[in-house]
């Protein structure tokens, strides 16, 4: 009786000890600090980290851009560059945007921006580095509101500001950054959930193997930084729409992270295709599959929604959306502002239009969303204007709200315009679905195929072509 007694007391001391060791290493930070007090905070041991980080596209939102064709040297970014969804930070920085009911149905694109309100400088400066909103990648749990200061400005503080236990609790829940993390910025852009990207959905926090066979907890659980982590808070990875990059040498493919090789599948005739056709072409067969997309976004006519009193752009959303497909070399050529907007074929104003062709050697086939836009053009420059979306929010008044963008970015009074239809390729890279649910051959070559050969450079489907020269 008294050695079960013993060892009943062996096992409890064992769980207590991995349950403290494991809270311990999750919350590292627990013994470091006595209460959080801001940035200043972390600045105390991680000044160095803050200096890497305020270099970086997260915290500046333009850098280099050596895969934009037409950069001409200059750095890029959401800083600089306009959209097709809610088209520039220009004007649309920071504020309480409030409804006919006084509910606040906006509060500016810094929301999504890790700092505490301040618009990036090219200059690092103590303000600059205090104003790096550390918890937002780093601890589980912290949500933040926007409030006014006492300067007359605004400012992004925890919504726990007032509450110094409950904060410090928060404060102290320092991590890698989770998949969680990310996506409270990642999935909600572009003004809903997976507005934006398509690919980058809330499932992702906790999906099933089917949604997704690297992030599934009860796959390969890889969070977001297991492939995009690079060094000094500089990620990996710029997509095909991106402007600026953080790591421009050290690019991110499915075969550059370790995990699969040129040369992935067993059968020679798939590993023929993987070197003119990525990955995703097969492993992502659609995207928006729990939540719908934007795939039209009409700037030129304002629809009001009564459930949120407030006015939006008429959006078109779809769910369970086939790719487009089209060559990518990895350069991309993009409409700046400032420049005249380049035609596509259709007619259309290529927003962000990946280059290469079947003749480019560097070129593969790559899956693609494809969103369209009608977005404002300065009459006489043909220059893509983008609009105050802060001020057309409460009143659905799209004119003022056009011409307060021109003056603001281009300084031009009253500005005339027309609208003109957009086009955007954005690269599909997320939801990758295990082997077994991949597309066979005849999803391609079938008569009915998803790809469009002769947009693709090919006289017709390869596989009829060498079936009828055999016969």
Known sequence: MRSKFIFTLLILGLVVGLAQAQTEKQYAHAEYFSHYEGTKTCLECHQKQAESFFHSQHYQWRGPAPNIVNAGGKQLGKLNTINDFCTSP??????????????????????????????????????????????????????????????????????????????????????????????????????????????????LADPDRDFDVHMASTSKNMQCVSCHAGSDHHVRGRGADLSGSDMPNNPLTCDSGGCHTSAPHKMEALNRHAKRINCTVCHIPSFAREEPTD?????????????????????????????????????????????????????SVGMMVPQGSRDDPKSKIFAFKVHKAKLPLLTGKNWIIPITVEQFFPDGKIDPAVKSAAKEMYGIDNAQYTWADTTRYMGIFHGVQPAENALRCIACHGQHGRFDWKALGYPGNPMKSQSTAEK
Request: aromatic share 8%; proline share 4%.
């Open 295 to 347: 795939m039209v976004r009409d700037w030129s006519t304002p629809l009001f929604n009564e459930q949120t009193n407030r006015y939006t752009a008429t959006i078109t959303l779809q769910k369970d959306v086939t790719p487009v497909y089209a060559w990518f070399n990895g350069m991309t050529k993009a409409q700046l502002p400032g420049e005249a907007a380049m035609r596509l074929a259709d007619g």
């Open 90 to 203: 220009t004007g649309n920085w920071i504020g309480l945007v409030k409804n006919s009911r006084g509910d606040v149905i906006s509060r500016g694109c810094s929301a999504c921006h890790a700092g505490r309100g301040l618009l990036p400088s090219d200059k690092m400066s103590q303000a600059q580095l205090e104003n790096i909103d550390c918890l937002m990648c780093h601890a589980s749990g912290y949500r933040r509101d926007l409030y006014s200061d006492d300067k007359g400005g605004f400012q992004w503080r925890p919504i726990l500001w007032n509450n110094v236990e409950g904060l410090d609790s928060v404060a102290k829940r320092i991590s890698l950054p989770t998949r969680a993390m990310c996506l409270r910025c990642h999935a909600a852009s572009g003004g809903g959930p997976n507005y934006k990207r398509g690919d980058i959905e809330y499932k």
